[in-house]
């Protein structure tokens, strides 16, 4: 049984009937793609141009900005220079006070080594004690100052900082721009790009992006100024405390050998009552010494009494006749045991007078020693450490 239907040559031609409006529609697309990209060419080469002249005015803005931000760079590095250099002076004279003040510590410390009688209050105490009272207010001040330099130091860096952050940005950016003004279609291949990858837009206008930089250069004229000023009060307080000193000082050298000829009196008197103690216990010795022979002596002679009694006692029952020569024994004994004991009490007498004789002559040593010490305090120690004391000018 056939089918009814189209017959082959008919398929045929409906098929290239199909093919021809295929064709047709397939050329129109052709004639609008090429309409297309000849207007987005047109229009992407105009963006590009106007890209460009926007890219160029944005690197002259930049590099306008730039110098102006050098140049008050230059202005606080030099600045900043200046103070480091005083800060230097600065700390060479709290070094002068603190090598004075050791001076003058130390003077007063020598002379604390008197016995308690020898610490007086003299006129040398009371210079020393103002001429160190002057110094520690000197030093506390430059230390202040130092601090505020210190200080200014560091916000004149601070504006530094952002002048110099403020300028390695604007470098970053005028790099940028000038590349992205360079930039060709041909070169893009040589950029690693990342793709979706977000850009961050922080919103900031172009006058505020301009009045960021105005700020830092205003932050850093600000701080000239106030370096400006503590410069000025730095110098005067430098020739002011300078004076100070060196007045002090002079005070202090004149006070100071008011004592020596006192302590040379007081220790030769001492030194001739020493030799005399030294006479009297060399012959309270010498009696002590015959007083221990004295001593022997008797004993010897006693024991000798004491051993015949013993022999005597031997005798046969009917011989211990308490005659006289018994009798004489027995006085000899007592009467030599008396005699030691009188010798005793007058050795222990001489031992307690040569140990009075040795007291006086340990506190005559002492004394001396304690002189002679005050003595080389102040005409050789104190006189060496403040010899080249020399105040100048800070």
């Not at 297309?36 to 047109?42: H, I, P, S």
């Amino acid at each position: 049984m056939s089918v009814p239907g189209h017959s082959p040559q008919q398929g045929d031609e409906t098929k290239l009937m199909n093919f021809e409006v295929l064709r047709n529609n397939s050329e129109l697309f052709r004639a609008e793609c090429t309409r297309l990209m000849l207007e987005t060419d047109k229009e992407s080469k105009r963006m590009q141009n106007d890209d460009n002249r926007r890219l160029d005015q944005r690197l002259r803005d930049i590099q306008f900005l730039k110098k102006e931000l050098e140049l008050k760079l230059e202005e606080i590095i030099v600045e900043i220079d200046v103070l480091i250099a005083l800060q230097s002076r600065v700390a060479k004279a709290l070094e002068a006070c603190t090598e004075t003040l050791k001076v003058s510590v130390v003077c007063l410390e020598e002379r604390r080594k008197h016995l308690p009688s020898e610490r007086l209050h003299d006129e040398v105490d009371k210079e020393l004690l103002k001429e160190k009272e002057v110094i520690e207010g000197v030093a506390s001040l430059l230390q202040r100052v130092t601090e505020q330099i210190t200080e200014q130091i560091r916000l004149d860096r601070s504006a530094k900082y952002q002048l110099e952050k403020d300028l390695k940005e604007k470098f970053e950016a005028q790099c940028i721009d000038n590349s992205c003004l360079l930039m060709t279609h041909h070169s893009i291949n040589n950029l690693q790009r990342s793709k979706n990858t977000e850009t961050v837009l922080l919103g900031v206008t172009p006058k505020q992006w301009e009045n960021i930089s105005d700020i830092n250069m205003t932050k850093a004229e600000q701080q000239q100024a106030n370096s400006l000023t503590l410069r000025a009060l730095v110098e005067c307080l430098l020739e002011q405390t300078a004076a100070d000193m060196q007045k002090q000082v002079q005070a202090t050298a004149a006070a100071f050998q008011l004592n020596v000829r006192e302590i040379k009196s007081a220790k030769s008197q001492m030194e001739d009552q020493l030799a005399a103690i030294l006479s009297e216990f060399a012959s309270q010795e010498r009696i002590g010494e015959d007083l221990q022979v004295a001593i022997a002596e008797r004993e010897q002679v006693m024991s000798l009494a004491q051993a015949r009694l013993a022999l005597r006692r031997q005798r046969p029952g009917k011989e211990q006749c308490h005659d006289p020569a018994q009798s004489q024994l027995l006085a000899e004994v007592q009467q030599l045991n008396a005699h030691i004991s009188t010798l005793h009490e007058a050795a222990a007498q001489s031992d307690e007078e040569q140990r009075a004789l040795l007291r006086c002559q340990l506190e005559l040593q002492e004394g001396i020693e304690m002189k002679a010490n005050s003595l080389y305090i102040d005409e050789v120690i104190c006189a060496q450490h403040r010899e080249p004391i020399v105040i100048h000018n800070f």
